[in-house]
C-alpha cells in the first residue's frame, strides 16, 4: 500500500531564516505531487504541484520554491521566512488525474 | 474563476442528531470529493461522485452530487463524537487541479 511521509512535524523558526520541508512517497511510481498550505481551520491552497522529476508548476507568486529531485520526494523550500509564511503545510500525492489526493500528515510551520 | 462554496461555516449540534453540509458552485465539474480533516492531521479522501444525481452512503454518511453536476450535499445521521472534524470539499478544475471549498467546522457535542 501506498504511504507518504513529512518531516519534521512542527517546526519554530525566525524570520529570515531558510526553510527546507520533505515530503517522500512509497509503493507508488511517478505519481503527481502537491504541496499545500491551509490557514487555521480552512481550506487548501495550492502552492506547487509536480507530475515529474524536475517538472515543478507553482500557482502561488511568493519566496517559496519546490524541487523534487527524486520521483517520490518532494521538498518545499525558501531562503528567507516572512512571518506571512506560517501556517499548516501539506504534502500529497495522487494518480495522473488530479481528483482523489492522499495527504501526509502535515508541518506545523511557526515564523517568529 | 471556478469556486466552491461551502456551508455552514460552522455547525456546532448535540449527539444523535442529523445534519447537512453543502457545497455550492456555479460552475460544472466532472466530479467532485469530500474529506474530512481532524485537527492536527492531513485531510482523508470519503467520497468521490462522478454522476450527476449519484448518491453513495459510507455508514451513516450519505454524499449527493447534483443532478447538473454544480454541487453536493453531505448528510449524516445520528451524530456521533466521532464525526467531529472539519469537512472540505473539492473538485477538478478545467486545468485539472483540484479546487477546494473553505469546509465545514462540525462539532459533535457528547
Known amino acids: 500500500s501506498q504511504t507518504i511521509h513529512q518531516w519534521p512535524a512542527t517546526l519554530v523558526q525566525p524570520v529570515g531564516s531558510p526553510l527546507s520541508l520533505e515530503c517522500t512517497v512509497e509503493g507508488t511510481s511517478n505519481p503527481n505531487l502537491y504541496w499545500y498550505r491551509q490557514a487555521a481551520g480552512r481550506g487548501l491552497q495550492l502552492l506547487f504541484y509536480?507530475?515529474?522529476?524536475?517538472?515543478i508548476s507553482s500557482e502561488v507568486p511568493q519566496n517559496l520554491s519546490a524541487s523534487r529531485p527524486q520521483d517520490r520526494q518532494f521538498i518545499l523550500s525558501s531562503k528567507k521566512l516572512l512571518l506571512s509564511d506560517s501556517g499548516f503545510y501539506l504534502c500529497?500525492?495522487?494518480?495522473?488525474?488530479?481528483?482523489?489526493?492522499?495527504f501526509g500528515p502535515g508541518t506545523r510551520l511557526t515564523v517568529t | 474563476t471556478q469556486l466552491l462554496e461551502q456551508s455552514p461555516q460552522f455547525l456546532s449540534i448535540q449527539e444523535g442528531e442529523n445534519l447537512t453540509v453543502y457545497c455550492n458552485s456555479s460552475?460544472?465539474?466532472?466530479?467532485l470529493q469530500w474529506y474530512r480533516q481532524e485537527p492536527g492531521e492531513g485531510p482523508v479522501l470519503l467520497v468521490t461522485v462522478v454522476t450527476g444525481g449519484e448518491v453513495k452512503k459510507l455508514k451513516r454518511l450519505t454524499f449527493q452530487f447534483g443532478d447538473a453536476r454544480k454541487d453536493s450535499s453531505l448528510h449524516i445521521t445520528a451524530a456521533q463524537p466521532g464525526d467531529t472534524g472539519l469537512y472540505l470539499c473539492?473538485?477538478?478544475?478545467?486545468?485539472?487541479?483540484?479546487?477546494w471549498g473553505a469546509g465545514t467546522k462540525l462539532i459533535i457535542k457528547p
Open positions: 460552475s460544472v465539474f466532472s466530479s
Open positions: 509536480s507530475v515529474g522529476i524536475g517538472q
Open positions: 500529497a500525492w495522487g494518480g495522473t488525474s488530479a481528483y482523489e489526493q492522499y
Open positions: 473539492a473538485a477538478e478544475d478545467s486545468n485539472y487541479q483540484l479546487i
